[in-house]
C-alpha cells in the first residue's frame, strides 16, 4: 500500500465512511479520479472490511465522447470482475423541463440514478470521486458567487449514503498513481475550455495563487472548508433545536414564532429562515439574498417577498411562508 | 450628499462606529483612502453628530517618499484647520529587535502610536480608511495562508476603538469621490510591485476573479467575510462561557480541565485553546498550527508541544500551558 492508500483509510476512518462489513457502489465516469477511487478501494476493501458491490455508470449524452466513456467503463468493470451498472439520462431535456441549469440537471438526475443503482446491488454506501483538488474549486467558485458558511463549508466527506473517500488527496497524487499501475482513464475535453468557471478557476486562478503564496494552496483552501464546515454544523445544530421550537408546518407552508426567534442571534436566525426556505422551495435552489428578503420581513423593513416557490409575509406574531406548489419531479436528494 | 457617503452612513450606524457625541481621531497616511475618509467624515460629522478632533500620521521611514507623504498630510491638515499630530517611527529596528515581520511591525508601532494620539486628543474613537478592496484582499490573503474562521472574517468593522467606516465601499469609488472635488492625494509607489502578495491579490487574482464571475467579486467575498464573522463572533461567545468555566490563569500559564473540554464539539475546544495560547504567546502570532498541536496533546496523541512563548504538556486531568516567558515590549493591542 502506498502513502495515498493512508491517507484515503484515514478519511475513510476519520468520517466513518465505509463501516466494517459495508457494501459500496462505485460511481464511475472513466476520469482519472473516479478510475482511481476504483482501484483504491478495492486494494482498501479486504483491510478495512467493506465489500466493493459494483460500479455504476450515468451517460449523460451531453458530450460526443459519451459512448467511448461508457464502452470504457463497461472494460475496465469486467477486467475487474465487477458488475457494471449503466444507464443513459436525457441531462439537456430534464433541464429544459424543469427549468435547471444543465449542471444542476445533470447533478440530480446522476445522484437519483446512483440511489437506484445502489439498492439494486444492495449497496449502503455510494462512493463518489470529489478530490482535494475539487474541494479548493468549490469552495472559491462559491465563495465568488457570494456564499455563506453553509457554501463555504464546501464538499462533505459524507452525505447521507454518499461517502467521498478521495476529498483529502490531490488529482496529480491519484494520476502518479494510476500512472504507475500502468492504468488508463479517459479525459474530459470539456475541462480544457475556459469558458467554465470551474476551469478558468482551475487552470488560471489556482495556479496564480500557488505562486502568490509560493507553494500550493489546496491544502489550505480545503483546511478552510473543513474548519467552515465544522462550525458550520456546529451553528446548523443550534438552529435545529430553535426551529423546532419557533416553526409549525402547515398544509402549504411553513409558519415561524417571530419574538423567540428574533431573540436569537443573526447566525441562528438566519439558518432557521433558511431551513424555512428550503421547505417550501420544493427543490429549487435558495440563495442568501432570499434569506436575506425573508430576515428584512422578519424585521418588519418590507410587508413581504417572493422567494423561490413560494411568498413570505408577516402577520401578528407570525412570519408566514406559503408554498407556491411543489414542482413535478422534484426530489430533496443535496449531495 | 452623494450615495458614498449614505453607504458611510449606514456602515457607522449598523455597527454603532461613531455615537452622538463621540470625539474621532482620523488616521492619515495620505493614500487615496485615508485623504476620502478624512473629508468624508468632516461631511457626515455634523449629521451623525461626532466631532473630528484630529488627523494623526505615523511615518514609517520606511520608503523614501516617507518625507513627501508626510508634508502632504500637514499641508492637508492645516487646510482643513485640523491639528495634525506626527511621530516618526522606527519600524525596520523594532521588527529586527522584536523579531517581528516589518509589516507586523509596522501595525503594532502603527495601532500603539494612534492610541497615543487619540489620549492626547481626547478621542474616544480612532477611525482607520480600510475598505471593501482591503476586506476583499485581506480574505483571500488568509485563505491561502490557511487562515480559519478567525482569519476569513476579515477585517473587523469595530475593534475596541478603532472603527473602519469605509469598509462597505470601494477604493475606486473613492477615488472617483475625491477627483470630484479636486482632492489629491500621495501614491505609495511599493503598491506596483508584484513581489508583494498583497498585491499580486489586487492586481493579478481579483481581476481574474472578476472576469470568471463576469463582474466585480469584491461585494461576494466581504459578504462572505461579514457571514464568517457573525458565525465566529456567536462561536466565540459561546467558547468565551466554556474558557471561563475550564481555564485557570496561574502564575506563569493557563491550566485547562480536560474532561470537560474535551465533551465540547471541536469548534469550542479550538477556540477555548487558541485563547489560552494567545494568553501564553505574549503577542507572538498563534496559527491554526499550534492550535492542532496543542489539541494533539490534548487528545493524548503526543505527550508536549512546543507553542509560541510556551510549552503546552498533558498532566493528570488538565492540560497545561507554562510560558516561557513575555516579551519586552509586548502588548496585546490587535487590529
Not at 472513466?30 to 478510475?35: E, P
Not at 470551474?198 to 478552510?224: F, M, S
Not at 422567494?307 to 408577516?314: C, D, K, L
Request: proline residues 4%; glycine residues 10%; neutral net charge.
Amino acid at each position: 500500500l502506498t502513502g495515498i492508500h493512508h491517507q484515503i483509510a484515514r478519511t475513510i476512518r476519520r468520517h466513518d465512511l465505509l463501516p466494517s462489513g459495508s457494501n459500496v457502489l462505485v460511481a464511475l465516469s472513466g476520469g482519472s479520479d473516479s478510475v482511481a477511487l476504483t482501484y483504491l478501494l478495492l486494494d482498501l476493501a479486504p483491510g478495512i472490511g467493506f465489500h466493493v458491490a459494483g460500479l455504476a455508470h450515468l451517460n449523460h449524452r451531453l458530450r460526443t465522447s459519451a459512448a467511448r466513456d461508457e464502452a470504457f467503463c463497461g472494460d475496465l468493470a469486467s477486467r475487474l470482475g465487477l458488475p457494471l451498472l449503466a444507464e443513459a439520462a436525457d441531462v439537456a431535456g430534464y433541464a429544459c423541463s424543469q427549468r435547471l441549469t444543465v449542471e444542476e440537471a445533470a447533478r440530480r438526475l446522476r445522484y437519483d440514478f446512483l440511489a437506484r443503482a445502489a439498492r439494486q446491488v444492495g449497496a449502503s454506501r455510494i462512493a463518489v470521486g470529489h478530490t482535494q483538488d475539487d474541494q479548493a474549486e468549490t469552495f472559491l467558485l462559491k465563495l465568488i458567487r457570494g456564499a455563506g458558511a453553509a457554501g463555504l463549508a464546501g464538499i462533505y466527506p459524507r452525505r447521507g449514503a454518499v461517502v467521498r473517500p478521495l476529498l483529502e488527496v490531490s488529482r496529480a497524487d491519484l494520476r502518479r498513481g494510476l500512472e504507475c499501475r500502468g492504468a488508463t482513464w479517459v479525459d474530459d475535453e470539456t475541462n480544457a475550455n475556459l469558458e467554465n468557471p470551474r476551469n478558468r478557476i482551475r487552470h488560471i486562478v489556482l495556479p496564480e495563487l500557488d505562486r502568490t503564496y509560493g507553494g500550493p494552496v489546496r491544502p489550505a483552501l480545503a483546511r478552510a472548508a473543513d474548519l467552515t464546515r465544522d462550525d458550520a454544523m456546529l451553528l446548523d445544530d443550534l438552529a435545529d433545536v430553535v426551529f423546532s421550537a419557533v416553526a409549525t408546518r402547515s398544509g402549504d407552508g411553513v409558519e415561524l414564532d417571530v419574538s423567540p426567534l428574533r431573540a436569537e442571534p443573526d447566525p441562528i436566525v438566519r439558518r432557521v429562515i433558511l431551513r424555512a426556505l428550503e421547505i417550501v422551495a420544493g427543490g429549487r435552489e435558495v440563495g442568501l439574498a432570499h434569506v436575506h428578503a425573508a430576515v428584512d420581513v422578519l424585521a418588519g423593513a418590507t410587508g413581504g417577498a417572493d422567494v423561490p416557490g413560494a411568498r413570505v409575509e408577516r402577520r401578528p406574531g407570525k412570519l408566514v411562508l406559503r408554498s407556491k406548489g411543489l414542482l413535478q419531479g422534484d426530489t430533496l436528494n443535496r449531495s
